[in-house]
Every structure is written in structure tokens, then in C-alpha cells.
């Protein structure tokens, strides 16, 4: 088993020196200037700038450094907040992102699957339908209206009754997690019921389940160690990359709520062509979902 | 719910079970051995013999929500292919008379000759400023001149005595006491008495106030309020442009606009039914090839199992680990779209480029667990080919998990082009698409609702359908479900 | 049977136990904080994004100016009223060689030691310090030898600035200057203590501990990217007349709707309007405010070889087929924004009035049937025998997107000219409109000083800033004259003199200048909004009850 987890990790490493490596070379590929803000400098003073960031070096040569550095856990200065390094940008914003993306998908999850399991046990009765509308309208608006339509609920709620529910942005306390959380988890909440029930009428029809109600094994023992188990398995291996992708691409939320998190950032650093923290975020997530993916499917072989 | 119903591929009930079979062994007689007259028994089948696609579609038939579905994506793809045929409105007119506006039938506009210059009017003789800073009273006779519509109002005042200068406002609503809504402007010279309002005015009731401002800068706290309902009003040269001889005071019909028009004043029909064809487009087709290209990778992948496994998980680990944005950019950069193209070819592609991993990985995961089925080892141990197992065997019971995972990339496609329509990556203009529609209308949420809400309600409708219509398939498709029946 | 019983629980149940179980869930996490104290003079706001550092010899966005105006002081200040009026320095004396600042005995930092001369001296070296390339070093080239230390010919230590002695600092030109009291304002001209910077090790500017202030207030909490606390300094010298207890930063959100949303429920005291809740501020009964920012917005031509915006025709064209009212209606939609005639904003001084009072200028007017003649005029110059087409590069927000597809309507529909949009976001717009990938490029210019040079000088050929590369001698020479004088009269003439030439020639259609529509707690007074330098500025805001 360690060895399985020491290959597992290996591969990991490989993917992220790719991923690295692919996204350095596309970077400096796109157009576009990382120096250049609202008015044009001298000459002479983006010789200076680019002096500063190294970029006035072969591209050859940028890279071993980046490589280097990245070794020794260090992505460099950041281009457009000067001053602050890359680590330091992570080390602030990243515990916001794995907070909010956690709570999104505990609630995805677990909504998911309860709602799925319910659809698919009642299938083609009234709650079935009910859900499964409901599902669909889900994934059927996109997140940004929902973050809007969620936030403007909740200020005139918070106006109406002149106290407050719920804070309508910023971030601090676990209360203004909520409702960013919710919106985040929606869709994905959507798509695990969907996955889940579909799966678990596949389930029902097994053979081991007859078998299972035949001997007369406890109802709740088949729902859950039969059945649900079975069913979850879709739900599971669905789960790593959306854990990536909402802890990491949380942006509209971060947005709408005013969270400074990561995916804030590294929407901003592309737009901004902020190389260094691109790179540092791309390095950083990059072994953040891989570790994600393996956990997730270290608990799929063992399950 | 499922208990009493007999399992696929158990026996037929006409065969004679064992132990009859053992009494009557020994009752054979030489006329048994001849061959059965086989003309009889095909003719006796009590139901015509059903091709998968034929019994597929009789299911789907069968379920009315799925067939509902059907219809209502029938329906957009007709009002979104066939509907400009019947509404032949250019999508990227810009009328200049109705902007935003919601829906409009047999509206008219008043003609109005050239408005360019207005000299004002000026109090004569030139009123005194007084230095001291008390207190001045409100305009007297505030009035309107010439014809009032929305394309300006033309107010003017008896002057104050005393006042520097005259601060206009503009609200939609009653003002009261310091509310008097949006500072339009003020006078420049304490002889001028009138003002000329025409910036994005529309056809609805406004409330104009006008106070003195004394030497100091200080602006009365008494208003004079007017209250005005502005109707449209078109321009003599635009008049001309649909009716030669019109002339100044006509009153000319307006276009209609069953869903309004846009800021721009761009009839949201016919721009509903444009963006349509590209969103459609590209959900359909993005999502099929994301699907197929995923589906192929992840089946090759869980059925081979191993090193090639291995291999293509990493792969999608690489492409899933590739920054979205930025890759999108890339390609598009690489793919050379120079401004004025919609760019779509690139999108689609950046779009299945990136987003085959998540249909591979639900395949792979799939077809892992199939595998290991019974079903696949009684065929394997029957000496099924590979091809065999995978067309006849694990395709048909992917179909389900495919068709479900399809529904799902058709909106996410179309979100996914909205998404980057927004970050200015999407379709250029002219072209249009619901995404961009969406995203234009979204700064107006607040004001104009229904610009935004045309749109999305289409978008929303169309996953929606897509989503039924998958569910039935899916039902229809599945060979598993039909053990439910 | 246990199981049926629990399928039918399930079966019967399924919704209502679902919903049960999350809207208890949801009364849990119910958050029932105190209703909206008012704290005693304290303003809370929202900005819009976060300041990317705050190191006043480097900043350049209109975020860190806003906090850098608030923490920290230069030699001179701006007042209510708009007048420089003396900061550090108490008094100072200018001609056309040099100038003397004296400043203050009583003046700290907020750590409590004395602002000297030689603070001034550290924090300019270090502006035209080729290493630390600040991209406002341009700012600093009035004094003497700045340009060549910048571009590495010479020493920092040459740099025309010395400290006589801990109070006084005198300041060697390198070209007369008319407007360098405006320039004393400016962030990138605010002192630096020398040993402070030091003790940094680079990070100057990075957090809230790495900033040492010697303004009106002091930065004691900066969450990045969430939340920023600006409190009063007890150090000022000028401390007295310094009411407010704390600014408060509790949100950074670039959204509108967030921010409204914010102000309606009393979390936040000030609030920018967009045209599309305007509306709705006029329902919520919001006391609407008006300024203009100074920015004044423009459309670009592409004057480079081969470029068919080289035609003059074709330019007049467009400019005579422009009605500005119907675009700021239409696009802009805010009521009362002008309509830009000239080249100088409104807001700017001239000799003895406003610039634009001084030379007035008509505004144009659509003129459709001159614009179709002068449209055939330049296809025939350009021996253009189909239609005419051309890329107009902008941005990717919804004003510019609105904007593109406005022009393409308009420019279709009476030049039957297909403008190609070239949508972009903001560096890779950048770095197409600086190489000359465009004929028309929709750009804007926000004033840097409080002076019409700030914009006269934007089409001389040596500006950077000239993506356009027109090249008019007679222009140019205009606006070295206005540069080499500092009698007032005569540099606005030559100022003057330049802008006809230019709105001849039409290497720019101005559009508009910004307006801005705010509104603000009415328990807010002393709010100052300007377009140079810091907005809004609280500085000697109060809040009253």
C-alpha cells in the first residue's frame, strides 16, 4: 500500500512538472504584455522593469531559474502586487478557497446523494419528479445569477426585518461562508443527484440485491451497505475532479461575495498576464487537486 | 418494486422444466426426432418483432415528459432556424426610437422636426447676483416649450432674484425634499433660464425640479417640480427613412416588439432567435464531441485496464490540470482569430480540448465496474472479441451514463461560451449568442429585467428540455431498465 | 415488514423529510449579529479592487493612491476647495531655476520620529532609481538630471535634489516648470524614510507592517484581497483638525449589485452609481451627487503606414457621422455626462479661469450628409472600390462591448463601413494598442497633475503614449514652447494653439468626459471628490448625528 502511494505521488509529481512546464511555455506564447499597465513607459524604464523580473533574459534561461525555484518552493514576486511574493498569496488565500470549497462540497455531496437516493427509491412517483425538476432547474441557471438572486434575497430579508440573517459579503466569520457555499455547491449538488440516482436504479436491479432481500437481510442493511454503497461508487470517482474544480474555480462566487480567494487571483493574474503568480498558482493547484484526485481514488480501490 | 419481475435473459417459460423432463424420458418415440415444423411457431408470436432503435422509440412515446421535451426542443430548434424566416427584423438594427423598452405593439411616435439647436432663452434684463447667501425661493412658471418626447425636453423658468446659477434634476419617482433624484446639470450664467434635457430618456413619466443656486455655490432647499410623460419621438430624417412624405407633428407606427428591445434599442426577438443558432450550435455540437472523444478515451482506458490505463489517466490528470483560461486563450490566439470573426471553430475547440477528461473519467470508471460483471465474463469465457465485448456488450450499457452525461455538457457548453463571451473571448459582435445576450443584460438585471430574462429563460428551458429529454432516452435506451416495466 | 416500511417512509415522506432536515439546518445557521451600530465617527466603504502595493515611489492605480492620499503627506496638499495649500512644507519659494521647501519643525512620523529633508531626498532617489523602475519615475524628470539617472547615465546621487539642512529642501530644475507645486502633491513625490524602507528587506508597501505613515491616518490592518482599517494618526501635525476615528474597508468588490446591496443595508456609507442602478437608486430615494472624474475618452487613429484611418477624409468622416448626445445616451447613460469637445477636460485651469472657459470651442454636430460626401472622398483617395473595413480594438466590459456594437451600427448604417470589433482584455489590449494593431482604438486618459499639460502633451511625437504615431510638427512644436515657459498666459495659448491643430486634423474623436453619480450617508459630511491626485478623500470628513 505504501508503494501505491509512493508511485501514486511520483505520477502526481510528473503530471505537475507537465503541467508546469506546458502552462510556462503557453504563457509566455500568449500576447500580450505582463509589464504594460494603463500608460506606457520610457524605454528605459521597462528596461528597468523588465531588468527586475528577469524578463529580459532568454526564455531558456527563465525557465531553468522558474525550475530552480520551484524546487526550492519559490514562485518569485508577484508582477502587478509588487512586493508580495507568490507564497505569501497562497499562504493568504488558499485557506479561504479550501474552506469555501470544502463547505460547498460537503453540501454537494451530501445533498447529492440524499436527494438522489430519495428520487431513485421513489422513482417515478410525485417526489421523484419533484427532485429531479428541481435538479434540473439547478443546473439550468448559472451560478453568477444564482449568487446575485441569493444575495439580493438575503438584503432584502436582512432589510425587512432590520437584523442579519446572513452577512451579504466579505469574509471572516463562518456565517459569511454559507450562502457563498451554497451557490458554489449548487450545480455540482445537481449533478451528484443526478449521477446518484441514476446509479442507484441500476443498483436496485442487481442480482445480489434480490439475493440480499431473499435472505432476509435487514432493510437498512441492504440500503446501505447493498445499495447505497454500490450507487455511490459513480458519485465518488465524479467527486475528485469536482473537488478540484470548486475549490480552485470558485471565482464567480469570490466575485459576487467579495471573497479573497485563490480563483480571484488567478482569474485576475491571466487577465493581468501576472506570470509569476500564474505559474506559483498553477504549480499549487495543480498538486492540490492531484492530492485530491489520489485520496479520492486511494478510497475508491480500498473501499 | 422490482422483486416479482423475472431478470434479463432468464429462460423462456415455454420450456418444460427438468423434472418433466425426467418422467417422460423413457416415452420417446421415433416420430419425436423429426424436425419441428418451425412455419407454425414464427407466425404465432403475439408481438411484432422489435428492432433496439424501434423499442426504444416506443418507450420513449410511451413517457410523457420525455416526449413533452421533445417537442419543446422540436419548437426552439424551429423558432430558432425557421423563426427568422417569419421574423424577418435584422437582429443588429438599432432603433432609434424604442430603447429598452418592453413589449411594445402598435406604439406610434411623434415627428419632430430638426432639434439640433436650441438657443435657450435668457432672462433680460441680465438678473443680479446677490452676494449674500440667504436663502433663494424656488423658480416660478416652470414650463416646457416646444414639443415634449424622448428624444428632449425643453424646460424654462421665471428667474429667481438673486440666483448665480440653476441646478436641474431628474427623478422617476415623486421627489421629495432633498431628493430630487439625478443632477442633471446646471446653468452656467445666472441670465440663462432654461435647460434642454435629452439623455437617455424614455417613454415613461419624469419628474423635473429645478432649484436656484445662490453666489456661494449653495443650492435652495425649495424646488420647483414638473412632472412630465414623455412618448416616443422620432426624428424627421428617421421618419423619412420608412415613410417618404412624412412630415414634422406626423404620427408614425412604430415597429413592434414582442419581447422589447435592448439598450441599443435592438429588438430582442430577433436577437433571441440569432444567438440561438450559435448557442445551439455550439452546445450541440461541443458537448457531442466532448462526449464522443471522452467516451472513446475512457472506454479504451477502464477496458484495456493497466499500463494504457495509466497512461491516459495521466493524460486527463494533464489536460484537467491545464488552467482553463489561460489554455482557452492560447488556442484561440493559436488558431489565429483576428477581430471582426465570431470565433466559434476556435471556442468549440478550446472547449472539447479542455473538457474531454470529465466524460472519460465517468466512462472509465464505467466500464471498470462492468468488467468485472458477470455478464462480461460468461461473454469473455465465450470467446467474445474485444470489439465484440465493447459494440455489443458495454456500448449499449454506456449509452445510459453517456446520454446523461451529454444533457449535462450541452448547458455547460453553453455556459462555458457564456462564460468566456463575457471575458470578451466569446463570440464577437455582430454574431450573438444567449451567453452574450446574457451577459450584456446582466448589468441591467436590476432596471430592465425583462432583456435579461429573455435569454435565460430560453437557456434555462433549452438545458431543461435537453435534461428531459436525455432522462427518457436514457430509460428508453437502457436495456437494464427495461426489467422495470 | 421492516423493509416495506421503510421504502414506504421513504416513499411517502421523501420530500418532507428532506426539506425538514435543511430548513433546520438552515435555522442553525441562522446569524443573528447586533443591528447596525453606528460607531462614532467612523467611515466604512467598499473598494472596488484591492491595491496591488502600497509603496508610494511605485504605486500608479487609483486604489493605492486612495489609501497612500489617506496615510501619508507630501510637501503640499490640495484643501476643500481644490487649492494647493502647505502640507510638510510650510512655506517654499519657486522660480524658474529652482526651489526652496521649508518644512516643518513639528512634523512626525507616525512612529514619532521628525520628517527631515532628507526623507524627500531618499524617497526621489528612489523614484529615479533605475532598479527599482517605478513607472511614475517620468513625474520626477522636471528636476534635474532625473532622466539621465533613470535611464542608468548617471549616478542617483546627481539627482537635483538636496537637503540643506533637516528642514529645508531644495530642488534644482531641469527645465522650467509651471505646474511643479501640483506635482508635490502627488503620491510618487511623498517622503520615505530612508531607514525604514531598509529595514524591509523589499517588501516596502506589502502589508500593513511594512508601511510607516505620516499622514492624517495610519494603515493598521490589511487582510489582502478582503479587508483594509485606516485609523487616525496621533502623530499628524495636523491632528486637530482630523475628525474621524477610523476609515473602515471591511469589503473589496469590484460588483455593483454587491455594493448596492451593501449601501441599501448601512454597511457601507458611500456608493458610485452605474447607469443600470440608477434606477433603482431613484426608487431607494438615494441623494444623487454628480462630478467629473477628468477622464476624458476618445477614439484613436492608427496613423502607421497602410492604415486607412491615415485619411483625413475618412477621419472627418467619422467625426461628422458622431452625434455625441445620442452616444452618452445610448451608451454612456448617465444623465449629464458632456459631451468631450476638446482635448482638455473641463475641470482643468487656465491662466486665470477654466481652460476651457478661456478657449471655448463649439460642439460638434452630426452632420450626415457632409459625413457620406467625405466618405466617398476617401474611398476615391484610397482607391477603394468595395466596402471599407476596420478593426476597432477595445476592451471587454460592458461599456466598451456596448460602445463597439454602437459604433458598428452607426458606421454601417451611413458609411457602409463594416468595423471589425477586436474585443481584448486589458494587457493584451495594452500591448495591441501600443503595437499598432488597430485602426481605431477606443481609449481613455485619466489626468496625472492638475495641469492641461497632462493631456497636451499625450500626441507630441516622444510620447509613449502616443499609440497612434501621429506626427504633427506644428503640434509638437506648440507644446514645447507651452513646456518651456512657465508664464501662465503663454503656455495656455500654445496649449490652445495645439489643441485646434488637433482637432483639425482629427487624430482623435473625443467622445466624453466621465461623469460620476454618487451617492453617500446623509450622516456624512466634508467629503471631498477631485480628479487629480486621491478620490474621494475623507480626510477632514465627519460624520454628524
Known amino acids: 500500500m505504501i508503494k501505491y502511494i509512493l508511485q501514486r505521488l511520483f505520477s502526481g509529481l510528473v503530471t505537475v512538472f507537465f503541467v508546469a512546464t506546458f502552462t510556462f511555455f503557453a504563457m509566455h506564447a500568449v500576447p500580450g504584455d505582463p509589464l504594460m499597465r494603463g500608460k506606457a513607459v520610457s524605454p528605459e524604464v521597462r528596461a528597468n522593469l523588465e531588468a527586475l523580473y528577469g524578463l529580459d533574459k532568454p526564455i531558456a534561461v527563465q525557465y531553468g531559474k522558474f525550475l530552480l525555484n520551484m524546487v526550492k518552493g519559490d514562485f518569485g514576486i508577484s508582477f502587478t502586487q509588487q512586493n508580495r511574493s507568490v507564497n505569501d498569496i497562497i499562504r493568504d488565500s488558499f485557506p479561504i478557497s479550501a474552506t469555501l470549497g470544502l463547505l460547498a462540497i460537503i453540501f454537494a455531496a451530501v445533498g447529492g446523494v440524499t436527494w438522489g437516493a430519495i428520487a431513485a427509491i421513489n422513482r417515478n412517483r410525485l417526489s421523484d419528479r419533484v427532485i429531479m425538476f428541481a435538479v434540473i432547474l439547478l443546473v439550468s441557471v448559472p451560478t453568477f445569477v444564482f449568487g446575485a438572486m441569493g444575495q439580493l434575497a438575503v438584503s432584502e430579508l436582512n432589510q425587512k426585518f432590520g437584523i442579519d440573517f446572513l452577512p451579504i459579503a466579505g469574509w471572516g466569520t463562518l456565517s459569511h461562508m454559507l450562502l457563498p457555499a451554497l451557490v458554489l455547491g449548487l450545480g455540482t449538488m445537481a449533478f451528484l443527484a443526478r449521477l446518484m440516482r441514476s446509479s442507484m436504479l441500476e443498483v436496485v436491479t442487481q442480482d445480489y440485491i434480490r439475493t440480499a432481500k431473499a435472505k432476509g437481510l435487514p432493510t437498512l442493511r441492504i440500503f446501505v451497505r447493498h445499495q447505497l454503497r454500490n450507487a455511490i461508487l459513480p458519485v465518488i470517482t465524479f467527486l475528485g475532479p469536482s473537488i478540484a474544480a470548486i475549490t480552485t474555480g470558485g471565482f464567480v462566487a469570490e466575485v459576487i461575495f467579495a471573497i479573497p480567494g485563490l480563483g480571484r487571483y488567478f482569474v485576475q493574474a491571466v487577465q493581468q498576464l501576472d506570470y509569476t503568480v500564474i505559474m506559483g498558482l498553477t504549480v499549487f493547484l495543480r498538486s492540490v487537486s492531484c492530492f485530491y484526485g489520489y485520496s479520492c481514488r486511494y478510497s475508491l480501490r480500498f473501499y | 418494486m422490482t422483486q416479482s419481475k423475472s431478470p434479463p435473459g432468464s429462460l423462456p417459460h415455454n420450456q418444460p422444466s427438468s423434472a418433466a423432463l425426467g418422467a417422460s424420458l423413457n416415452q420417446f418415440t421415433a416420430n419425436d426426432f423429426l424436425p419441428a ?160 434635457d435629452n439623455e437617455s430618456l424614455q417613454t415613461r413619466r419624469y419628474y423635473y425640479s429645478v432649484v436656484a443656486v445662490n453666489a456661494a455655490g449653495v443650492e435652495s432647499t425649495s424646488a420647483s417640480t414638473l412632472d412630465l410623460d414623455l412618448k416616443p419621438g422620432m426624428s424627421l430624417d428617421l421618419a423619412q427613412e420608412t415613410k417618404a412624405d412624412a412630415k414634422e407633428g406626423d404620427i408614425i407606427a412604430l415597429r413592434a416588439a414582442p419581447l422589447g428591445t435592448d439598450s441599443l434599442g435592438r429588438d430582442l426577438l430577433a436577437r433571441l432567435m440569432f444567438g440561438g443558432k450559435i448557442s445551439i450550435f455550439i452546445g450541440l455540437f461541443a458537448a457531442f464531441l466532448e462526449t464522443l472523444i ?15 490505463d495509466n497512461y491516459i489517466m495521466r493524460v486527463t490528470d494533464f489536460v484537467l490540470g491545464l488552467p482553463f483560461l489561460l489554455f482557452v486563450i492560447l488556442l484561440k490566439v493559436a488558431m489565429g482569430i483576428g477581430p471582426g470573426e465570431s470565433g466559434i471553430t476556435a471556442l468549440i475547440i478550446a472547449l472539447v480540448v479542455l473538457s474531454w477528461p470529465g466524460a472519460a473519467r465517468l466512462v472509465r470508471g464505467q466500464v471498470l465496474q462492468m468488467r468485472e460483471s458477470e455478464f462480461i465474463h460468461a461473454a469473455r469465457m465465450m470467446g467474445a472479441r474485444p470489439s465484440y465485448l465493447l459494440m455489443r456488450h458495454m456500448f449499449p450499457n454506456l449509452l445510459g451514463i453517456l446520454l446523461v452525461s451529454l444533457t449535462f455538457n450541452i448547458p455547460s457548453a453553453i455556459f462555458a461560451e457564456a462564460f468566456l463571451s463575457f471575458i470578451g473571448l466569446g463570440v464577437a459582435a455582430p454574431a450573438a449568442s444567449w451567453g452574450s445576450l446574457c451577459n450584456d443584460s446582466i448589468q441591467n438585471i436590476l432596471t430592465h429585467p425583462h432583456e435579461f430574462l429573455a435569454p435565460a429563460i430560453t437557456i434555462s428551458l433549452t438545458v431543461l428540455a435537453f435534461n428531459l429529454l436525455g432522462d427518457g432516452l436514457r430509460d428508453a435506451l437502457d436495456p437494464k431498465m427495461r426489467a422495470n416495466e | 415488514m421492516r423493509y416495506q416500511q421503510f421504502y414506504g417512509f421513504l416513499r411517502s415522506n421523501g420530500v418532507k423529510l428532506t426539506l425538514t432536515v435543511l430548513l433546520a439546518l438552515g435555522a442553525f445557521w441562522v446569524h443573528l449579529a447586533p443591528a447596525l451600530a453606528t460607531t462614532n465617527q467612523v467611515v466604512k466603504i467598499a473598494l472596488l479592487g484591492e491595491p496591488p502595493n502600497l509603496n508610494s515611489t511605485k504605486a500608479t492605480d487609483a486604489d493605492s493612491f486612495f489609501i497612500i492620499g489617506h496615510t501619508m503627506e507630501g510637501l503640499t496638499r490640495y484643501d476643500q476647495a481644490g487649492n494647493i495649500v502647505p502640507a510638510v512644507a510650510e512655506k517654499w519659494e519657486i522660480n524658474d531655476k529652482t526651489a526652496t521647501f521649508k518644512i516643518r519643525k513639528d512634523v512626525k512620523w507616525a512612529d514619532g ?71 508635490t502633491t502627488f503620491p510618487t513625490y511623498m517622503p520615505v524614510k530612508e531607514s525604514f524602507f531598509k529595514a524591509q528587506n523589499g517588501k516596502f508597501g506589502a502589508e500593513a507592517s511594512n508601511i510607516l505613515s505620516n499622514g492624517p491616518f495610519k494603515l493598521t490592518s490589511w487582510v489582502h484581497g478582503a479587508s483594509l482599517r485606516l485609523e487616525k494618526n496621533p502623530n499628524y501635525w495636523d491632528a486637530k483638525s482630523i475628525t474621524l476615528d477610523a476609515i473602515d474597508i471591511p469589503y473589496i468588490t469590484p460588483n455593483e449589485g454587491t455594493r448596492f446591496n451593501l449601501f441599501k443595508t448601512g454597511r457601507i456609507d458611500t456608493l458610485g452609481l452605474t447607469k443600470n442602478i440608477l434606477q433603482d437608486a431613484q426608487r431607494e430615494k438615494f441623494k444623487l451627487n454628480k462630478f467629473a472624474d477628468g477622464t476624458l475618452f476618445f477614439m484613436r487613429f492608427n496613423f502607421r503606414e497602410g492604415r486607412p484611418t491615415a485619411n483625413k477624409n475618412l477621419r472627418l468622416a467619422l467625426a461628422k457621422v458622431l452625434n455625441t448626445n445620442d452616444f452618452i445616451s445610448k451608451v454612456i447613460g448617465i444623465p449629464g455626462t458632456l459631451e468631450g469637445t476638446g482635448l482638455i477636460p473641463s475641470f482643468l485651469q487656465g491662466a486665470t479661469k477654466l481652460f476651457r472657459k478661456e478657449y471655448p470651442i463649439a460642439a460638434r454636430r452630426q452632420n450626415l ?55 481584448q482584455i486589458f494587457k493584451q489590449r495594452l500591448a495591441k494598442a501600443s503595437a499598432g494593431d488597430f485602426d481605431i482604438e477606443s481609449a481613455g486618459w485619466g489626468p496625472d497633475y492638475a495641469d492641461p499639460m497632462t493631456f497636451a502633451d499625450l500626441f507630441t511625437t516622444w510620447n509613449n503614449n502616443n499609440n497612434g504615431k501621429w506626427e504633427n510638427k506644428e503640434y509638437d512644436a506648440f507644446i514645447r514652447k507651452a513646456m518651456n515657459t512657465v508664464k501662465p498666459k503663454e503656455r495656455m495659448d500654445a496649449m490652445a494653439a495645439a489643441e485646434k491643430i488637433l482637432l483639425e486634423e482629427f487624430p482623435i474623436i473625443p467622445t466624453y468626459e466621465r461623469t460620476v453619480i454618487y451617492t453617500q450617508a446623509d450622516r456624512l459630511t466634508g467629503v471631498v471628490r477631485r480628479s487629480v491626485g486621491f478620490d474621494p478623500d475623507f480626510t477632514r470628513a465627519k460624520i454628524i448625528k
Open chain 2, 294 to 308: 471522452g467516451a472513446m478515451i475512457g472506454g479504451i482506458s477502464g477496458f484495456f485496464g493497466g499500463r494504457i
Open chain 3, 369 to 423: 450628409a457632409e459625413a457620406k460626401k467625405l466618405i466617398a472622398d476617401a474611398k476615391k483617395e484610397l482607391k477603394l472600390t468595395g466596402p471599407l473595413s476596420l478593426v476597432w480594438l477595445t476592451g471587454d466590459t460592458p461599456v466598451a462591448t456596448s460602445e463597439a456594437e454602437y459604433f458598428q451600427g452607426l458606421f454601417k448604417t451611413h458609411l457602409g463601413i463594416d468595423l471589425k470589433i477586436d474585443k
Open chain 2, 37 to 196: 415444423n418451425r412455419a407454425g411457431l414464427t407466425s404465432g408470436l403475439s408481438r411484432p418483432s422489435l428492432s433496439y432503435w424501434q423499442d426504444a422509440w416506443r418507450r420513449l412515446r410511451k413517457n410523457k415528459q420525455s416526449l413533452a421535451s421533445l417537442f419543446v426542443v422540436s419548437s426552439l430548434l424551429a423558432f430558432v432556424f425557421l423563426g427568422p424566416l417569419v421574423w424577418t427584423v435584422d437582429p443588429n438594427h438599432q432603433d432609434q426610437t424604442q430603447i429598452s423598452i418592453g413589449l411594445s405593439m402598435g406604439a406610434t411616435a411623434i415627428v419632430i422636426g430638426d432639434r439640433n439647436d436650441w438657443p435657450g432663452l435668457d432672462a433680460s434684463p441680465i438678473p443680479a447676483i446677490e452676494e449674500s447667501t440667504q436663502e433663494l425661493g424656488a423658480p416660478a412658471n416652470l414650463r416646457t416649450v416646444d414639443v415634449v418626447s424622448t428624444l428632449g425636453v425643453r424646460l424654462a423658468w421665471d428667474p429667481v432674484p438673486g440666483a448665480a446659477a440653476y441646478a436641474i434634476y431628474r427623478n422617476e419617482i415623486a421627489p421629495e425634499p432633498d431628493r430630487l433624484g439625478v443632477p442633471l446639470g446646471s446653468t452656467q450664467a445666472p441670465e440663462r433660464v432654461s435647460y434642454e
Open chain 3, 113 to 183: 520620529s521628525p520628517i527631515t529633508a532628507k526623507d524627500f531626498v531618499f524617497s526621489w532617489r528612489t523614484v529615479v532609481d533605475p532598479k527599482i523602475a517605478s513607472e511614475y519615475s517620468f513625474l520626477l524628470y522636471h528636476i534635474k538630471n532625473a532622466e539621465a539617472i533613470n535611464t542608468g547615465k548617471k549616478p542617483i546621487q546627481e539627482l537635483g535634489v538636496v537637503a540643506k539642512d533637516d528642514h529645508t529642501l531644495e530642488v534644482t530644475f531641469e527645465k522650467p516648470c509651471g505646474y511643479f507645486l501640483a506635482l
